[in-house]
Every structure is written in structure tokens, then in C-alpha cells.
């Protein structure tokens, strides 16, 4: 992976010095003001941290190293056969800050699937857990005990590995730890949901988004395609998300990448983060249930904006959010969404599934709005993503989170370069009591 190597040895450090002179000339200077709400309000607006790797606009979404989605769709290198852009080259791109050719990309697999091997250990460990226990909580403590194999921390240990070297080790890390992820979690979907059928060999010839298919059983083009989709849109969200945070704070004690992506995934799991998924398949389940009760299970009959409507105004009634819906920062339809109803259009534009999701899409921003508490009333990405899985098979809902955790990686922990790059230090923000809040007002 040398080339690779080479270009962060000269981008890096250049970006670091960058830093350092915009830090001489204008440290001091102000981007923003705090009020009282911001410190109880989750943080939300504080613009708090830096993450170089992906910026989120309200109102257009997402763009990795400044090319949105849409963008990266046509121009990120493809797959065999397939329409969607590889993980390997968003994996590049957030890297570098380049779009890379097909053969950096073909490299980038090559390295990949040489370094998905797993320890004993892990293997075992995996083996041994009960199959009730959630595929989250597996794949966290699973990444969590590879630190076993973290270069970072073994030369940290020696005590005579120089700064400049972290950004070095904590990519080695960093590529390991994406290389084995589809391994860990294709052994975790076949242990939990088929009686620990063997996930089969890496083939060293195919992308990660193939190999990660066929060792957890799936073989077929259109899955294939949209999982290397699936890695892509998942992979970063800027800094200030719960999992990218997680990542960056506990990395900033210098926790290696194994630990501080095992804390990151554990946020991961939580409802109103990855786990939304999982959520928007059981609430559809629930919701088709209702609608085909009285008609012998033929829900379809009975879908319609009216039925749907109720629905909606039940779940809200009964105090739960509507999951897929709203979102911390953005403000309009998340451009993620808009992928994946692309790929339905393409794909499935019969699926009754798919006709479910649109028409949730016609009658929930307008309830929500009436409702009057989320700021945001359009759909996320994972209003969408569970529908397309189950229309290849993969119907096994409480392992959707496990695909967000297999992309999350991606941009979280190139992330992680980035800040040990730049030398950030240690996080440590100022927390405030409520009667000192009272008092630090009082005396305004
Ligand atoms: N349904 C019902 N109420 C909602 C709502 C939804 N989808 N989204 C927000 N609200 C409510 C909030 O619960 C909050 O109510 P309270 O004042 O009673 O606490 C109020 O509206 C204001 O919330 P907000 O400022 O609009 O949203 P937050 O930044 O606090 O929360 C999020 C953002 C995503 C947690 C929230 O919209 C939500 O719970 N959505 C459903 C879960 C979901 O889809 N999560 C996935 C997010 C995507 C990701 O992780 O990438």
C-alpha cells in the first residue's frame, strides 16, 4: 500500500502545518456564541471540534472530503458488473481528499482482503457467545478484544515511538480493523441466524463489499451492489454524531483504534442513533400487522394515505418518535434517503415494501409538522435502508445496525488519522453544575 503511504506523507503533514500557521494568525477569534440551552441541549450548534474527513449542511447533507453522495455515485470507481461506487474508494477519498483511479481502488481491496484475518481469540470468542445476545453487543466486545493486535499500542508501550509516528500506526490499525470488520460480522450473522454456518475464505481478487456478501451467504449482483452502496452512504456524517464522537473523544486519550471504535459502536447500538434501522423495519412489520388484521393478512388492500395516517398518529399518541425521521442537523430530505429510493426505483419499483416506504413518505412530514416538536420533519437514511435488505433476503432486522457499524469505520476511523495527524490533544470540555450555571447568569 505504499502509494497510499506516500501521498499521507506528503498531504498530512502539509495539513498540519497549515493548521498550525491558521491557529498562529487567527486562534483567538471567535466562531460562535454559548447560551444556556446549548450547555442542557445535547451541544446541539456548538461548533465545538474539528473532523476533516466530511462536512454536513443543514440543508444538503453530506459531503465526503466535499463531494456530495449524488457526486460520488458517478465518479467513485465501481465494482465488477456493478452500477454503485465501491467502499475502497470512499475509504481513499476520505483518506486523501482525492478521488482515487480504478487501480488505487483495486489496491486498496488487495490490501484489505490480506489483512481480514481474524486471531483465535476472536474467532472463539465469537463462537462461544449465546446466540440471544444482540449482534451489536457482539460486535463491539469483539472489536474491543482486537486490541490485542493494535501496533499503535504496542509501540506506545515501548515509550520511545515519536508523535509523528501516531497518524502511521493508527492508520495500520485503522485498515486492519476495517479488513476484519465484514469478517467479524459475517461470523456474528451466520452464528446468530444460521446455525454457525462457516463464512467461507476471503477471496483476495474481490472488493470488500463482494467478499463481505458472499461470506455471509449472498451471492446475488443486485445485493452485492447494494451493499458496496450501503458501506458508502454509511461511512461518515461529520464529527459531532454520536458514533464519530465516541471515536474521537476516546481516541483522544490515545486509546488505540480497536478501543476507541468498540466505545463508538456501543453509541452505535443506541435507538436514536444506528439502531433507528433496525427500529423502522419492526415499526413497518407492526404497521403491516394492523393493516392486514382484519383482511387474513392482506395488508396491501388497505394501505392507503388514510390508514397510514392513523398509524402515524398512534405511534406519536402513544409517546414514541417515529423512527427514520427527523435529525440533529439536517433540515431537509437526507440526500442518504435519496440514494436508496433511487436504487428501489431502479430495482424494486414493484416491491409492495418499497410502495409502503414512499407513501410513508407522502403522509409523514406533514404530521409531523402538525405534531409541532421535531425540527425535522423529513426522512433519514434509515427510514429506507431496511426494505431494500429484506428485498434480497436478508431479513434478519436486529442485524441491520451491524452493517452501519461495518461502514461507520470507514469515516470515523480515518477521521482518527486525520486529528492524530494534527496532534489534537486530549478532549476535555468545561461542564458546569446547574446552581454554578444560576450564578455565572446572575453575574452577566
Ligand atoms: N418522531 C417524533 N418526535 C420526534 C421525532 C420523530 N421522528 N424527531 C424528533 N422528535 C421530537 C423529539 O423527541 C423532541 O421531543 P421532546 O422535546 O419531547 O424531547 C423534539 O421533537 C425536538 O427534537 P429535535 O430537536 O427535532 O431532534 P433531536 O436533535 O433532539 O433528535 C433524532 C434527533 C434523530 C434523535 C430524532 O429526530 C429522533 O428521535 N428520530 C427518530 C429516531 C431516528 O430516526 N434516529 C436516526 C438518526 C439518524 C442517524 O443516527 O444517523
Redesign the pocket.
Known amino acids: 500500500l505504499e502509494p497510499l503511504y506516500e501521498r499521507l506523507r506528503e498531504i498530512l503533514p502539509k495539513h498540519a502545518q497549515d493548521v498550525k500557521e491558521f491557529r498562529e494568525a487567527h486562534g483567538g477569534e471567535a466562531i460562535g456564541i454559548l447560551t444556556v440551552d446549548m450547555a442542557y441541549g445535547?451541544m446541539?450548534g456548538i461548533k465545538g471540534m474539528v473532523s476533516e474527513t466530511s462536512v454536513l449542511d443543514a440543508d444538503e447533507g453530506i459531503r465526503f472530503q466535499g463531494h456530495t453522495l449524488l457526486e460520488l455515485q458517478e465518479t467513485l470507481p465501481r465494482g465488477p458488473g456493478g452500477q454503485e461506487p465501491l467502499p475502497e474508494g470512499a475509504l481513499w477519498l476520505l483518506l486523501t481528499g482525492e478521488l482515487p483511479t480504478q487501480k488505487e481502488t483495486t489496491l486498496l481491496s488487495k490490501d484489505l482482503a490480506r489483512r481480514a484475518e481474524l486471531p483465535h481469540h476472536v474467532e472463539q470468542m465469537l463462537n462461544n457467545f449465546p446466540k440471544e445476545l444482540h449482534p451489536m453487543a457482539q460486535l463491539s466486545a469483539a472489536v474491543t478484544a482486537l486490541h490485542s493486535e493494535s501496533k499503535f499500542a504496542k509501540a506506545y508501550a515501548t515509550g520511545d515511538t515519536p508523535k509523528s509516528k501516531y497518524w502511521e500506526l493508527t492508520l495500520e490499525d485503522s485498515l486492519d480493523l476495517i479488513a476484519k470488520l465484514p469478517v467479524i460480522a459475517a461470523m456474528i450473522y451466520n452464528n446468530v441466524f444460521h446455525n454457525g454456518r462457516p463464512i467461507g475464505k476471503i477471496d483476495p481478487e474481490k472488493d470488500l463489499g463482494a467478499n463481505f456478501a458472499n461470506m455471509m451467504g449472498f451471492t446475488d449482483e443486485g445485493f452485492v451492489d447494494l451493499l458496496r452502496l450501503y458501506l458508502v452512504i454509511h461511512a461518515d456524517?461529520e464529527g459531532g454524531?454520536?458514533s464519530a464522537h465516541t471515536t474521537h473523544l476516546v481516541g483522544s486519550a490515545l486509546s488505540d483504534p480497536y478501543l476507541a471504535y468498540g466505545a463508538a459502536l456501543n453509541g452505535l447500538a443506541g435507538?436514536?442513533?444506528?439502531l433507528?434501522n433496525q427500529?423502522?423495519l419492526s415499526w413497518l412489520t407492526k404497521i403491516k400487522a394492523r393493516l392486514g388484521e382484519k383482511n387474513g393478512g392482506n395488508w396491501q388492500e388497505n394501505l392507503n394515505k388514510k390508514s397510514l395516517s392513523d398509524e402515524v398518529w398512534n405511534t406519536?399518541n402513544s409517546g414514541?418518535?417515529?423512527?427514520?425521521?427527523?435529525?440533529?442537523v439536517l433540515r431537509k430530505t437526507d440526500p442518504r434517503y435519496t440514494c436508496q429510493r433511487e436504487f428501489a426505483l431502479k430495482h424494486m419499483p414493484d416491491s409492495d415494501d418499497f410502495k409502503l416506504v414512499s407513501m410513508l413518505y407522502e403522509v409523514v412530514p406533514d404530521i409531523?409538522l402538525k405534531?409541532g416538536?421535531?425540527?425535522?420533519p423529513w426522512p433519514?437514511?434509515?427510514?429506507h435502508s431496511g426494505i431494500l435488505l429484506q428485498h434480497y433476503g436478508m431479513t434478519e432486522m436486529n442485524f441491520y445496525t451491524v452493517l452501519f457499524g461495518v461502514s461507520r469505520a470507514i469515516g470515523v476511523l480515518t477521521s482518527l488519522v486525520w486529528s492524530r495527524s494534527m496532534g489534537l490533544p486530549l478532549e476535555r470540555p468545561k461542564s458546569m453544575s446547574t446552581p454554578g450555571l444560576k450564578a455565572f447568569v446572575a453575574a452577566a
Not at 320 to 328: F, K, L, N
Request: no cysteine.
Open positions: 445535547g446541539r456524517h454524531n454520536v435507538p436514536l442513533h444506528g433507528a427500529e423502522v406519536l414514541q418518535v417515529i423512527p427514520g425521521y427527523g435529525h440533529a409531523l405534531h416538536k421535531a425540527k425535522n433519514n437514511v434509515d427510514a
